[in-house]
């Protein structure tokens, strides 16, 4: 019974580069969130899918962040010409669809931008 | 827009002391209400939750109770341990609102032998 998966567990990249952050969810889990924790504070969610759809992209703090999600399984969130400010660690949770279904965290990626 | 304030940690008590650790919420809609825990250096994990009004929801000699009222959902254990030494999170999903959770800003708990 694997949790949530995330890939890279760390990653240190310098300002302006691209990245690419991966999530495999739990096996039937049609429901997947990204959220961001910065240093210190609470986690901001940033985009949901249902499925391979995206009904809610509005925590997306700039149009250099963007994700997608195949096959209704991984998914992955990819930040463009990163900026000091996108450090944080970034946490993929899963859940099954409807009502009060609680929703399984990933262990995070922790990225830190030059 | 929904959101959630809980109070500033850290709090540090000793082992076998009563714990409190205050919610409370705003929100247009009927939200679901939760705890997560995060120990160190482990993921966010489920503590507890409740879904309506006058509910309780309790895990692990933890306990909340949605009082509606006072739109709270304050955290409460007994005795609690140094294995309870953790950062807990205070969260509310809403249907309106894609069932994303919404948390609070977190309070460390750092339980004295």
């Known amino acids: 019974g694997a949790g949530v998966s995330q890939s890279p567990s760390n990653k240190v990249t310098e300002k302006g580069k691209d990245v690419e952050l991966r999530c495999d969810p739990i096996s039937g889990h049609t429901a997947l969130y990204w959220y961001r924790q910065r240093l210190g504070q609470g986690l901001e969610f940033l985009i949901y899918f249902q499925g391979n759809s995206a009904p809610d992209k509005s925590g997306l703090p700039s149009d250099r962040f963007s994700a997608e999600r195949t096959g209704e399984s991984v998914s992955t969130l990819t930040i463009q010409r990163t900026q000091q400010e996108d450090s944080a660690v970034y946490l993929c949770a899963s859940s099954l669809k409807g009502v009060n279904q609680p929703q399984h965290f990933g262990d995070g990626t922790r990225l830190s931008i030059l | 827009g929904d959101s959630v304030t809980q109070m500033e940690g850290p709090v540090t008590l000793s082992e ?8 409370t919420y705003t929100a247009t809609g009927y939200p679901s209400l939760f705890w997560y825990v995060q120990y160190p250096g482990e993921g966010l994990q489920l503590l507890l939750k409740a879904t309506k009004a006058d509910d309780k929801g309790s895990n692990k000699g933890f306990e909340a109770t949605y009082r509606k009222e006072t739109t709270s959902f304050h955290l409460e254990k007994g005795s609690v ?20 959770l919404i948390f609070g800003s977190g309070t460390r708990l750092l339980v004295r032998p």
């Open chain 2, 16 to 23: 076998e002391a009563f714990l409190t650790i205050n919610c």
């Open chain 2, 81 to 100: 341990q140094v294995s309870d030494s953790a950062v807990y999170f205070c969260a509310l999903s809403d249907k309106d609102s894609s069932y994303k």
